[in-house]
């Protein structure tokens, strides 16, 4: 497309507070790309945690945040499919619940404009190629939000095979879950860490060096299995290898 969108970063919290790189790393790419990105500072949590758990009415104030920061932009990019998820599967839920005609209006319209990273880079902005130089080993794990929520289906897998000296190599069981699951992995971590160990496993079979994903919650913990395995086996974000290589 000629007249590139002014895009609203979402960038999450999870990202805000422990993974910075990966919001910055989305605004490089967009950037590079003849995109205005602009990040609204009154944005927070998307409420994904409350409503996971049952407390619907406390999650609301969330989705009429996400609403009154969001609304005016054009599109809303975030690098997660799980909150990028969460906004377009509960937000309307949750809406809805609330009797709230005039915001179930408001979050239908937003929720048409907000995109997880890979889809804006396909579907809206029409490239596969950014531009993006990484010239090592990688796996790729198709998180659960971004398989059955967002549906990001195999553009990541078009986004990477793009890459200057990328090795892309094939994940057995790669749609098998990683055990993460927010909450799931408080409340069940046994079984968390014995399916996270599985994935681990399977990242070993490739030979990767990286171990690529959209989801930086589901890399931390696979990441972390890999840690204590000593496997050398490092945990990246999608963004941050489209953000690598490009021109100064």
């Given amino acids: 497309m000629t007249n590139k969108p002014t895009v609203a970063l979402f960038a999450t919290c999870i990202n805000d507070t422990m993974f910075p790189g990966t919001p910055k790393a989305v605004v490089t790419v967009l950037e590079r790309l003849g995109c205005r990105v602009e990040f609204p500072t009154s944005q927070s949590c998307c ?39 969460s906004v377009r599967d509960q937000h309307p839920m949750l809406a809805a619940g609330s009797g709230d005609v005039g915001l179930q209006n408001r979050v239908d319209a937003i929720v048409r404009r907000t995109v997880d990273f890979p889809e804006f880079l396909i579907d809206v902005l029409g490239v596969t190629d950014v531009g993006a130089s990484f010239p090592h080993k990688v796996t790729y794990h198709p998180t659960c939000h971004s398989l059955r929520v967002t549906k990001v289906g195999d553009r990541p897998y078009q986004l990477l095979r793009e890459v200057r000296g990328l090795t892309l190599l094939p994940l057995p069981e790669a749609e098998q879950c990683c055990g993460f699951g927010g909450t799931f992995s408080l409340k069940n971590s046994e079984v968390s860490v014995a399916m996270g160990s599985d994935k681990a ?24 299995l890999l840690h204590r395995m000593r496997a050398g086996v490092r945990p990246i974000h999608l963004a941050e290898i489209l953000a690598s290589g490009g021109p100064a």
């Avoid at 060096?209 to 589901?218: I, K, P, Q, W």
């Fill in 47 to 85: 409420g994904q945690m409350f409503t996971n758990t049952g407390y619907f009415r406390e999650a609301l104030p969330s989705v009429r945040n996400f609403v009154e920061t969001f609304e005016r932009y054009e599109y809303v990019v975030g690098p997660s499919g799980s909150c990028v998820g």
């Fill in 201 to 224: 496993r399977h990242v070993l079979d490739t030979g990767a060096e990286y171990l690529v994903a959209g989801d930086n919650s589901c890399l931390l913990h696979i990441g972390g």
